[in-house]
């Protein structure tokens, strides 16, 4: 059976009395079926514009669940989204940026989700919409692994909420494929930095994709970087060492090993840009 409510709340409850699938711009959900037709009922939410675009509240930054990549890309945002809107432009193409929602990209939970190292290294939350209410959770919670999430089958991302504090921060989002465009990644590297009144490190964000069940902020060495001068040549602070939370696999895409030696080259190319765009 398929579904198309006109509002969430019809969505939540259609959802919980049918126990159907979500479905939203399609391009994992349709992809992921195969030659296979879909089990059981379709809630396609796409009527939903309540949880569609992007509004600037007075603490945060709420971004509706079904906003597409495109309207990511469009939107007038602080600097410390430019990380964000670097990876909605290297989601696939510009017709599946126009299609693919924010939400979907996370709640697939793909480790090479593109969206997902710049929205960590946002400290962003989630909101969930169930028949029962609304809860929100950090996204480093909500990402349990390679393709699971905390996401009960009767709920709805309804919007990802990211704290405006950094706001002014520098941020760079930089995608290692094995060819320029229309790829998945073989690493990720998204970095927030804001620096203090003295030019000094005051607080770094700093999250790879593609280089563990799922993307990971390296927090040993965020802290350790806290009070260098933020100027050229800052990215050869970054010891290898630091990477090792990672743990990358041998794939068609690239070696293990490869993906750490490149997580370390983005990382530190990541920070150097940072520096660049102060
Ligand atoms: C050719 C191609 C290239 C691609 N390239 C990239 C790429 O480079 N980088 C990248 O990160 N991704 C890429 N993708 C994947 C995809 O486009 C993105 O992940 C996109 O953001 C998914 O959003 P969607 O709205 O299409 O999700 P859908 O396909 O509609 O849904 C995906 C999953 O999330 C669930 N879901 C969707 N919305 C919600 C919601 N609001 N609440 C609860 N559950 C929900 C669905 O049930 C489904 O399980 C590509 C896909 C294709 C087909």
New binding site residues.
Partial sequence: MYLKPKTLDEAVSLLASSGG????????????LGERAPRGCVVD?TSLGE?RGISIESGQVRIG??TT?TEVIRAPLPRCFDALKAAAR????VQ?QN???????L??A?P????VPPLLALDAEVELASAAGRRRMPLEQFLAGNRKTL?RAD????AVLVPRRLKNAASVFLKLGARRY???SISMVAVVLQSDESGRVAETHIAVGSCSAKAQRLGDLERNLVGLRVKAGIGAAVEAERLSPLSPIDDVRATAAYRRDASLTLVRRALEACVGSR
């Fill in positions: 699938q979500v479905l939203a711009g399609g391009t994992d959900f349709y992809p992921a939410i949880i669940g079904l990549w290297e989601v696939g193409s599946i299609r693919g929602t924010v939400a979907g990209n709640c697939n793909s090479a989700a593109d969206g996401r709920e709805i991302l309804s229309l790829v998945i």
